[in-house]
């Protein structure tokens, strides 16, 4: 699939343009289509220009205008709105995806596709919403559901990264777990520790099975574990050096 573009119609304020802009940057989207905008919207040094951050000389520098028809003639469109209907009985608004179910529809979707933005007090009439292949709206507090445009863009967005952003700032998240033989030297140093504040031998067996636990749900790296198995040989080794202490003085 072609990454979407992104259409806003007649938004009121140059500044939610550019928060668009950059939630755009931020999730890599980079095709800025406008509705009927304001005045200014792409002026430089203008309103739209500040929210826009480094979104400013691209995104939002290239943003284009264009009519709504042009949009619904040369794309798969995607309605956002916040107020569906209760059930199937009217389709100006139903059936609805969330963000994340859009997600997996357009990645299956061979062609240029658009989500449509509306206006920030009223979103997008129902004559527009009608004229566009899909509706998408964000789950939200029924006793507030409705977000600003900004909001709803950067949810939107930020639910579609898998398709547009091949690498985030985020490091690989693989996780390797220690090998076994040097978890078990892990128990082992636990088990010093317990013979070093002579835990209760009845209640031994227990706590080691309890620890075997704890450490076995959280699947420790080798760092990890060779860290731990420091922190507890110290430990041992001071308690030790403790108990030799107070047998000198004695």
């Given at each position: 699939m072609?990454?979407p573009?992104v259409?806003?119609?007649?938004?009121k304020?140059p500044?939610?343009?550019?928060?668009?802009?950059?939630?755009m940057?931020?999730f890599?989207l980079?095709?800025?289509?406008?509705?009927?905008?304001?005045?200014?919207?792409?002026?430089?040094?203008?309103?739209?220009?500040g929210?826009a951050?480094?979104?400013r000389?691209d995104?939002?520098?290239?943003?284009?205008?264009v009519?709504?028809?042009?949009?619904?003639?040369?794309y798969?469109?995607?309605?956002?709105?916040a107020?569906?209907?209760?059930?199937?009985?009217?389709?100006?608004?139903?059936p609805?995806s969330?963000?994340?179910?859009?997600?997996d529809?357009?990645?299956?979707l061979?062609?240029d596709?658009?989500?449509?933005?509306?206006?920030?007090a009223n979103?997008?009439?129902?004559?527009?919403?009608?004229?566009?292949?899909?509706?998408?709206?964000?789950?939200?507090?029924?006793?507030?559901?409705?977000?600003?445009?900004?909001?709803?863009?950067?949810?939107?967005?930020?639910?579609?990264r898998?398709?547009?952003v091949?690498?985030?700032q985020?490091?690989?998240?693989?996780?390797e777990r220690a090998?076994e033989?040097?978890?078990?030297?892990l128990?082992?140093?636990f088990?010093?520790?317990?013979d070093?504040?002579?835990?209760?031998?009845?209640?031994?067996?227990?706590?080691?099975?309890?620890?075997?636990?704890?450490?076995?749900?959280?699947?420790l790296t080798?760092?990890?574990?060779?860290?731990?198995m420091?922190i507890?040989?110290?430990?041992?080794?001071?308690?030790?050096?403790?108990?030799?202490?107070r047998?000198?003085d004695?």
């Amino acid at each position: 699939m072609s990454v979407p573009a992104v259409a806003v119609v007649d938004a009121k304020t140059p500044g939610n343009v550019g928060t668009i802009a950059r939630a755009m940057k931020n999730f890599g989207l980079s095709e800025l289509l406008l509705v009927d905008p304001p005045e200014g919207v792409q002026e430089k040094h203008g309103e739209a220009w500040g929210f826009a951050g480094r979104a400013r000389r691209d995104v939002l520098a290239n943003a284009r205008e264009v009519s709504f028809d042009d949009i619904v003639e040369n794309y798969y469109t995607v309605g956002l709105t916040a107020t569906t209907n209760e059930d199937c009985r009217k389709h100006v608004r139903f059936p609805y995806s969330t963000p994340a179910e859009l997600a997996d529809d357009l990645a299956e979707l061979d062609g240029d596709s658009c989500i449509v933005f509306g206006r920030e007090a009223n979103g997008l009439h129902n004559r527009e919403l009608s004229r566009l292949d899909a509706v998408c709206s964000i789950p939200a507090s029924d006793e507030y559901p409705v977000l600003n445009l900004g909001q709803a863009a950067t949810v939107t967005m930020y639910e579609l990264r898998d398709l547009t952003v091949e690498e985030s700032q985020l490091p690989d998240r693989q996780h390797e777990r220690a090998d076994e033989e040097l978890i078990e030297h892990l128990y082992e140093k636990f088990d010093d520790l317990l013979d070093a504040i002579d835990h209760n031998d009845e209640k031994r067996h227990k706590t080691v099975r309890m620890a075997r636990r704890v450490f076995g749900r959280a699947h420790l790296t080798e760092r990890e574990t060779r860290t731990m198995m420091g922190i507890f040989r110290r430990a041992s080794e001071e308690l030790e050096r403790g108990r030799e202490l107070r047998d000198r003085d004695r």
